[in-house]
């Protein structure tokens, strides 16, 4: 597609609940990074994907957040038993290679919120 | 851990001004860094982005410049219009495949 697209857009989840938010990459880009946002902070790393494979899971908070790329294109971050310190904007970005000279190109977000 | 820091966090300034917005960060040992904006309820869209060995880059009314040694980089708006309202987010590219991200500037240009 034209740019990386991520559904849904907004969120809202009972606390206990297991939400699951894709990722649809730009065609043909290798990596894909998810990235947490709080409401008046800058993005935090959660996870990398190089294709199918997670080569750097540091990021993810808690054994709750597991995410997946399993054809090496579209991207699935899911969140167990959900918590209100989970609310937050869950942003997907992806970019053509591993090279440090490759833009990095993020989606438009989605926005949860655990009620 | 990388601690990436903007200053001011929040800026408004008239139509037409220049601007400058700053980020510094601890650990110099960085790949690249990157500037993006960030529209209310949007992504980051990506603005510049400088390698370890530039010194800076310009697009449009945008320059950004980086002082590796010294853990800086500065964002330099020209001519400033109320579209350029927005966060800025500098980002720096450290180990790995990690982009560590300050907590932004918000600029409002006042027509």
């Known amino acids: 597609g034209a740019g990386v697209s991520q559904s849904p857009r907004y969120k809202v989840a009972k606390r206990g609940q297991d939400v699951a938010l894709r990722c649809d990459p730009i065609?043909?880009?290798?990596?894909l990074f998810w990235y947490q946002q709080a409401l008046g902070q800058g993005p935090e790393f959660l996870t990398y994907?190089?294709?199918?494979?997670?080569?750097?899971k540091s990021g993810l908070p808690s054994d709750r957040f597991f995410a997946e790329r399993p054809e090496g294109s579209v991207s699935t971050l899911k969140i167990q038993r959900t918590q209100q310190e989970d609310s937050a904007v869950y942003l997907c970005?992806?970019?053509?290679?591993?090279?440090?000279?490759?833009?990095?190109?993020f989606g438009e977000g989605s926005w949860l919120t655990v009620v | 851990k990388q601690e990436v820091t903007q200053i001011p966090a929040a800026l408004s300034v008239p139509e037409g001004e220049n601007l400058v917005l700053n980020c510094s960060f601890t650990?110099?040992?960085?790949?690249?860094l990157q500037w993006f904006r960030q529209d209310p309820g949007k992504g980051l869209t990506s603005l510049l982005l400088?390698?370890?060995?530039?010194r800076e880059q310009t697009s449009g009314r945008l320059n950004a410049s980086l002082d590796k040694s010294s853990g800086r980089s500065t964002l330099y708006i020209a001519a400033s219009q109320p579209g350029d309202s927005a966060t800025y987010l500098c980002?720096?590219?450290?180990?790995?495949?990690?982009?560590?991200f300050g907590t932004g500037t918000s600029l409002t240009v006042i027509p």
């Open positions: 994907f190089q294709n199918e494979a997670q080569l750097d």
């Open positions: 980002a720096v590219r450290h180990t790995g495949n990690q982009f560590y």
């Open positions: 650990d110099s040992a960085i790949y690249n």
């Open positions: 065609s043909g880009h290798v990596s």
């Open positions: 400088i390698q370890s060995s530039q």
């Open positions: 970005a992806s970019s053509l290679g591993d090279r440090n000279g490759n833009t990095i190109y």
